[in-house]
């Protein structure tokens, strides 16, 4: 009787299995418009077929990809997660590890639960962030994003050396495997990340560019911030805010358009260097508005379509 496929092998035998399959979860062709897509948590949905359909009903066949429950970060779970794909007929563009425990509550919350900056979590982390690498290689997506955490503005503070080993360590994991490591924005000016990034030289690490969490921790212009990183734009979120009214609180998502992340001019830097990436909409408004969900997921489409997209 043949023995069952475990550990890498079984991960290298679920990512040849998707290589033969449908195109569900490929690549969109060379020369294609920027996608347009859904960050899947977004959806309101939380069964993954129905958050996969409720995308598809916007006429949109990319997603990036949310916290799963645990079974997926499997072989198995990978396998069935990509049947999902193509039964639906969406791709993944990107994979989002959101580590256990995070909370954006408050900018001091989000120093101390956020990313690698809790350095004692670093090792867990750094073990889940592997297996949303092997689980992004088994889907067919190439990107895996996060948050890195509040990073020191001294290159020589230990917390700063140990993100840094953290995010290196990821990245050199997923070089062979053809997975992109790509660090969102919103904790650090756009110099402070590029001035980061720079010192990481085992593989090219990417950004996940967000506008809005920039004005909603209140740490730099998304237009300046874009300049100094956008030849490493991997991916955008589609997000719009208002600044914090008060020192150490968060700013006010809106709707895209509404607010002060300066879409309309990041849009036009974007365009001049030749950003062919996807557009993800990730849009949290329903929440606070009480609004429905996919409502909102429709009029961010709309701005991104008006907007020439």
Not at 7 to 26: E, F, I, N, S
Not at 93 to 103: I, L, T
Not at 153 to 163: C, L, Q, S
Request: charged fraction near 20%.
């Amino acid at each position: 009787m043949a023995q069952p496929v475990t550990g890498r092998a079984a991960w290298a035998a679920a990512a040849l299995l998707l290589a033969q399959a449908a195109p569900g979860g490929a690549q969109a062709p060379a020369g294609a418009a920027n996608p347009i897509g859904i960050f899947l948590r977004c959806t309101g949905q939380e069964d993954p077929r129905k958050a996969l359909e409720a995308v598809k009903s916007l006429g949109l066949d990319t997603i990036q990809v949310s916290r799963l429950p645990d079974r997926y970060y499997t072989p198995e779970g990978a396998r069935e997660f990509s049947a999902l794909l193509r039964e639906t007929g969406m791709r993944a563009d990107s994979v989002v590890a959101v580590f256990a425990g995070e909370s954006y509550k408050d900018r001091e919350t989000v120093v101390r639960t956020v990313g690698f900056r809790p350095l004692h979590l670093i090792p867990e982390r750094l073990a889940y962030a592997r297996s949303c690498v092997d689980f992004a290689a088994a889907i067919g997506a190439r990107l895996v994003t996060f948050h890195m955490g509040f990073l020191p503005e001294d290159p020589d503070d230990p917390a700063y050396r140990a993100m840094l080993d953290a995010v290196t360590e990821i990245a050199r994991y997923g070089a062979p495997k053809g997975i992109t490591v790509s660090l969102e924005t919103g904790q650090e000016t756009g110099a402070q990340l590029a001035a980061f990034l720079d010192r990481i030289t085992v593989a090219r690490v990417g950004v996940n560019f967000d506008p809005a969490n920039l004005i909603i921790y209140g740490v730099d212009a998304p237009s300046a911030a874009l300049r100094h990183v956008v030849s490493r734009v991997t991916s955008v979120h589609v997000k719009d805010a208002l600044l914090p009214a008060s020192p150490g609180a968060m700013g006010q998502e809106v709707r895209p358009g509404e607010g002060r992340a300066e879409l309309a001019a990041c849009f036009e830097i974007l365009r001049r260097a030749g950003f062919t990436g996807a557009l993800i909409v990730e849009n949290y408004v329903a929440r606070g508005a009480g609004t429905d969900p996919m409502d909102e997921l429709r009029r961010a489409v709309a701005f991104i379509r008006a907007a020439g997209w």
